[in-house]
C-alpha cells in the first residue's frame, strides 16, 4: 500500500459530521481465516476489510498450502491441500495475531511449528496461557530455536481450564483445538469479545458443537475433525472503528453517525461518551453521537470485554486533553500503551504519566505538530487530534493505521475531515 514511505497530512478545521460505514472487525477476521484450517475445504467469509493485517494473513495461509482470494470485501480460501502445518518467523514478525493459527493447525494435524510472535511494540502479551490452555487439551511444547514445536503424543482430549485472565488469544487458540478434542473441554473466565462470539459461531456453522457463547464460561463438545467442513460466514463489523469515529464526533460535536455495527458491542464506551457530555442514539445496527456542551473530565479504566477497551484508550485520552478538568485513565491491559501521551503532548496537551496511570488536565485547544504513530490505534487517535488542532499537522508511521483500518482518510474526507496522504518527500 506504499505506506511506509508517506504521511498524513491534516488541515485542522474542526469539520467531522454525517454517516459513515464501519468495515469488518480487523479482530474477528483474523481469527476467521485461521479457523478455515479445520475445515477442509472452500471457506467463504464475507465483509472482511482491505486491510494490511488481513494479507499479511493470507501470506501465513498460502505459506501452509491453502488457496486465498479476494473480490473487494470477500474472501475465499480453499484448505482442502494444506501441506505444511509450520509458520515462518517472517510471517510472524510482521503480525502477533498469526499465532492464532497454531489451535487450528494442532486440531487438524495434530502437531503444529509455530515461531514466537513479534509484533507491535504495546508490550510483552506473552503467550503462556496459550500454551498452558493447549497442555491441558494434551499438546505437549517444546522450543526450538524460537520455534514453538507442538505435539499430542496421545492425541485431543477435552478439559476443564480456567485462565488466569480473559485472555483473547488463548481463548481463540483453545476453542480451535478443543473443538476436534475428545470429549468436552470447559473454558472458564473465556474472554467475552464480540469477535470471539463471532469465531463460535463460524466454528458451530463448521460443525462444532459449542455453547456458552458471550459468556465467561464456554462449553465445547468435541467431534472428530474430519466431521468439520467449510462454511459461508460474514464477519461482524469492527466495534474499534465504530468507536474511533464515534471519538471523532465527541471531539468536533458531529452528529456522526456510524452504520454496521451493534451497540451492544460498544456498551462501556456509549456510557463513557455520555459522561463526556455527548448525546448518543442507537438502534439495532447503528450509533450517532452528537456534542453541543463542553467535554466533561472522566475516569476511565481499560478492561477486557465488556469493561472499556484498550484499544480505544487513546482515542478518549484526545477527548479527556480537552475535558474541563482533571481526567484519570488507568491502562489495565497493555504497560506501552502510553506513548501516545507524548505525541498527544507535542500537540500542548497536558498529561502526566504515572505507572498505568495518566492523569490529563484539559486544555483550551491543540496545535499542529508533526507526530509518529506509535501503534495503530493511536495513529487513528492522531489523525483526529489534527482535526481539531489548529494549523496542520503531519502524521508519521501511517503503516500501523494501514493494519486496522480500511481507507481512514477516504472515511474521514467524506465526513467533511480536510485530510489526505502524501508522499513523506513532498
Known sequence: MGSANEVIVVHGNGNLAGEVAVSGAKNSALKLMAASVLGRGVTTLRNVPLIDDIDVMGEVLAYLGATVSRTDHVLTIDTASLTRNETPYELVTKMRASIAVLGPLIGRFGEARVAMPGGCQIGARNIDMHLVGLEALGVVFDVDHGIIVAHTPQGLHGAQVTLEFPSVGATENMLMAAVCAEGETVIDNAAREPEIA?????LNEMGAKISGIGTSSIHVEGV????????????????IEAGTFLAGGALTGGPVTVRGIDPDYLRMAITKLRSLGCEVETDQDWIRVSRTAPLNAIDIQTLPHPGFPTDLQAQFMLLAALGDGLSVITENVFENRFMFAAELMRMGADIDLEEHHALVRGVDGLQGAPVSATDLRAGAALVLAGIIAEGDTTVHGI???????????GKLSSLGADVKRVSASA
Open 198 to 202: 463471532d469465531l463460535c459461531n463460524m
Open 224 to 239: 472428530p475433525v474430519s466431521q468439520l467442513h467449510p462454511c459461508d460466514h460474514t464477519t461482524v463489523g469492527d466495534r
Open 399 to 409: 503503516a500501523h493505521i494501514d493494519r486496522g483500518y480500511e481507507d481512514y482518510v
